[in-house]
């Protein structure tokens, strides 16, 4: 995986850039699990004036979003293989109490820079993921439907997107973190943390609204452990986090199996998936499609 800095006012941003997401949203081939991870740090404010420990303080992070209301968002997945970077950006907003979001999900271009795909747009909600625009033939009025509870990743990267209340129930998984400092964040005070959460432990604590999902990635993942990196501010809400996930498929784009056979057929793929949290209270109406807005047929990648 390879890192690149750059300066962002008084921010020190670390980029992680890993493999291309192959055959569309929904061709991922994950898993099972492994590892874990049992130290915490210290979290202290520079003089050493001691706090909460930052493990605490990230365990709650996703309490503190629903009791926020709402939030605008926007969403970052990277990856990138033999030497191919490619980057899918969403926008949308987000209703934490009654766990609905939406998003505008941009495609990237192909390497003549004509579009390969249309925006496509997704609902996400408990349990579920609602694409509109999906391509493979799919009418365009119509919704696919997918049970993320009944996918190898539980939706942490399939969709192109973490839904933004999941990325922070992964959260209650952690395990070691550590205070790195205050910075600068849209002209807000944040403080950074950094450190790795357990998807199995995450699953574990998870609200019930989240726990399908996780549950399914736990045992979708080849590695448990996920690196982040997460931005809170003064209220204790989330403004941004950062993981770093690593999934692994076949390069023949069948769907992989557990097993030693199965592992060296595979290949990992770094996926770092960044979501940022801004103008909490902002409207997030959400409704979800009809049962008669519901494409029934069979699904295939999209076409390019």
């Known amino acids: 995986m390879e890192f690149q800095q750059r300066g962002l006012g008084v921010r020190r941003r670390v980029r992680a850039v890993a493999g291309v997401v192959s055959g569309g949203l929904l061709a991922m081939s994950l ?3 492994s590892g874990c991870s049992t130290e915490t740090a ?3 404010r520079p003089g050493g004036t001691a706090r909460e420990s930052a493990v605490t303080v990230l365990h709650r992070a996703a309490d503190v979003l629903v009791r926020s209301g709402s939030s605008r968002i926007r969403t970052t997945m990277e990856t990138a293989t033999g030497g191919t ?6 926008s949308g907003a ?4 009654k766990r609905r979001g939406r998003l505008r999900l941009l495609l990237p271009r192909d390497a003549m820079g004509a579009a390969e795909h249309a925006p496509i747009t997704e609902l996400l909600a408990s349990g579920a993921l609602f694409m509109r625009n999906r391509g493979a033939g799919i009418p365009r009025d119509k919704w696919v439907r997918v049970d993320t509870t009944d996918i190898p990743d539980g939706n942490l990267v399939t969709g192109g997107a973490t839904d933004p209340l999941t990325a922070a129930e992964l959260l209650r998984g952690v395990r070691k973190a550590s205070l790195v400092g205050e910075e600068g964040l849209d002209g807000d005070l944040v403080r950074h943390y950094r450190g790795i959460t ?7 604590l998870a609200s019930e609204g989240a726990r399908g999902s996780l549950v399914a990635a736990a045992r979708g993942f080849d590695e448990s452990t996920v690196t982040f990196d997460a931005y809170l501010d003064g209220l204790g809400r989330l403004r941004e986090v950062r993981h770093r996930f690593t999934v692994t498929s076949r390069t023949d784009g069948q769907e992989a199996t557990a097993g030693p056979e199965a592992a060296r057929r595979r290949g990992a793929v770094g996926v770092a998936s960044t979501t940022e949290l801004y103008d909490f209270g902002a409207p997030a109406v959400v409704e979800l499609p009809k049962p008669t807005d519901i494409y029934a047929g069979k699904v295939g990648s999209p076409q390019k």
């Open 31 to 33: 898993a099972t699990v």
């Open 42 to 44: 210290a979290d202290e």
């Open 85 to 90: 970077r490619v980057s899918i950006r969403g």
């Open 94 to 97: 987000y209703d934490f109490e």
């Open 198 to 204: 357990d998807i199995g432990r995450a699953a574990r």
